[in-house]
């Protein structure tokens, strides 16, 4: 089973339960009801594939990281002559 939408949408103790029981193999997950906290019972299955969720904030975030780096950059270049981030 595969879960990308919200962390909601499931029931993870019915999920854990399914798991423990054999009618799930592995889940696939990038969202969890309490992110960023993963249940350390989803741990226990080696199969299961856990990622942190990074949907369509990882562009935006990179896109803030990039226009941060730019800015330090362009105040120590101004102020020093150098940049700091490279």
Known sequence: MVNTAL???LDE????????????????????PNEPHVSPRLL????N??????GKSYARGR???GNACADLNL???LRTA?????
């Open 13 to 32: 103790d019915a999920v854990i339960r399914a798991l423990e029981d054999g009618h799930l193999r592995s889940v696939g997950l990038d969202v969890y």
């Open 7 to 9: 962390g909601r949408v």
């Open 75 to 77: 105040r120590d270049f």
């Open 82 to 86: 150098g940049g700091r981030c490279t």
């Open 49 to 54: 594939v856990l990622l942190l969720h990074t």
């Open 63 to 65: 896109e803030e990281n």
């Open 44 to 47: 226990e299955f080696p199969r």
